[in-house]
């Protein structure tokens, strides 16, 4: 099915602009509102930051998309809808990695019974260091092993008060 077509199936009128959007995600998962608009530029030219938004927010709304919003960074768009899956976000360089649903009982994938709440979805995000993170660290320790010391500076002689 095309991406017009899909589209269409939602009742949503089909736009450049809406297209545009809809492969920038698509190209690149995990994208930025930001990174959206720069696709999107250079695809079919001149779109306002709020246009992207828009087509962003609307695309969300209907199912299309995705957005995951990360603690302490901006909101990321992806295309993977429809399953449960997670995410592996990088405390250091903020690469963000889909993994697949966790079945296990840790950590907490399954809230209190009697809550009265449908649950249709869990998103959990785990925390750490990327690979390339960990052996950036490595590295570094590896080539300056000693932690360094500050150099003191000598003490200036006490000024005589007027």
Not at 16 to 27: P, S
Not at 109 to 124: H, N, S, W
Not at 125 to 154: F, I
Request: proline share 8%; aromatic share 4%; net charge neutral.
């Amino acid at each position: 099915m095309s991406t017009a077509d899909l589209l269409r199936q939602r009742g949503i009128q089909v736009t450049a602009q809406r297209l545009a959007v809809l492969r920038a995600v698509a190209g690149q998962p995990h994208i930025t509102a930001d990174g959206v608009a720069e696709i999107v530029r250079a695809e079919i030219g001149t779109i306002s930051l709020q246009s992207v938004y828009d087509a962003l927010g609307l695309l969300v709304t209907e199912g299309l998309i995705r957005r995951i919003q990360p603690a302490g960074s901006p909101a990321r768009f992806e295309d993977r809808v429809g399953d449960n899956h997670h995410h592996l976000i990088c405390r250091i360089c903020g690469r963000l990695v889909d993994v697949d649903c966790a079945v296990h009982a840790a950590p907490c994938l399954t809230p209190p019974e009697g809550l009265g709440y449908e649950i249709d979805e869990a998103e959990v995000a785990y925390w750490g260091r990327c690979p390339e993170c960990v052996a950036q660290a490595a590295t570094a320790s590896v080539a300056d092993p000693a932690p360094r010391r500050r150099e003191r500076k000598p003490a200036r002689p006490p000024q005589p008060r007027a």
